[in-house]
């Protein structure tokens, strides 16, 4: 069995990636059982051997660069990361380095060129979409031939926002639009892949790849904050060897 998503996608075979599931770790209770984050109050213990499972289970070249995700649109340059720091996305051109982030119903995007010269690891929560953390991210890799993966997120069909949600999308493009259905009064479903696609599109990218997944309604794969409140969370990692 494994633990982990491999992203279906055409990357050079010198990029590697992947998603770690709620599976094959140590972790208790509603952190069972692979939780890797430090912020939810899971036990440090746990958390620490559950990283080294997934260090030894993806055959890591070194331990993942973990961010402090504070739904910014900040993007750092991994290999310049020597201690936590707030971000919400990572880059890096650099072999052996490992861009990681945490979600549990946000969206992880993963990002590489067709040389397999630059990567990227974004956490896409809604106000970072918003407010340009896949843009700002992209501006720091100017490559050409871009390609995105969508990781697992909250499925168009269990995302509930107010009608203030969309009007600042809608605001922002009429094309976001498209991405939001009516749901009930002053709510809609808002589908979060697609509002990604819109946005990595209008960016230039144009192989996007993933996108069906539900954290919400795979209760056996994957954290969902959203449906659990306190839980753990799932690691996305993209490096180049």
């Known amino acids: ?64 660069v973990w961010l402090q995700q504070t739904h910014s649109v900040q993007a750092v340059c991994a290999d310049l990361v020597t201690d936590m720091v707030a971000a919400d996305a990572s880059y890096t051109a650099k072999r052996n380095v490992v861009c990681t982030v945490l979600t549990a119903d946000c969206l992880p995007i993963l990002v ?14 809604w ?9 700002n991210t992209l501006d720091k890799i100017p490559s050409v031939g871009l390609m995105a993966w969508l990781g697992p997120a909250i499925g168009a069909q269990s995302f509930v926002v107010g009608n203030d949600v969309r009007n600042v999308f809608v605001s922002k493009s009429t094309q976001f639009a498209s991405a939001f259905k009516d749901h009930s009064q002053g709510k809609y479903l808002a589908d979060i892949y697609q509002i990604a696609r819109i946005i990595l599109a209008k960016a230039g990218v144009q192989q996007i790849y993933g996108g069906q997944y539900c954290t919400v309604t795979d209760k056996d794969r994957f954290y969902s904050y959203r449906r659990d409140g306190q839980t753990g969370r799932m690691a996305s990692m993209i490096w180049k060897i």
Not at 13 to 19: D, L, Q
Not at 112 to 125: E, P, V
Not at 127 to 135: K, M
């Open 127 to 135: 106000r970072g979409l918003l407010n340009g953390i896949i843009e």
């Open 112 to 125: 590489c060129d067709a040389q397999g010269t630059m990567i990227a690891a974004i956490h896409g929560g």
């Open 1 to 64: 069995m494994t633990h982990w998503i491999t992203p279906d996608w055409p990357a050079p075979a010198n990029i590697h990636a992947a998603t770690s599931l709620r599976t094959g770790g140590v972790s208790q209770g509603e952190f069972s059982s692979l939780n890797p984050a430090v912020h939810v109050n899971d036990k440090l213990q746990h958390v620490f051997e559950n990283r080294l499972r997934i260090k030894n289970m993806l055959a890591l070249p070194a331990d993942p």
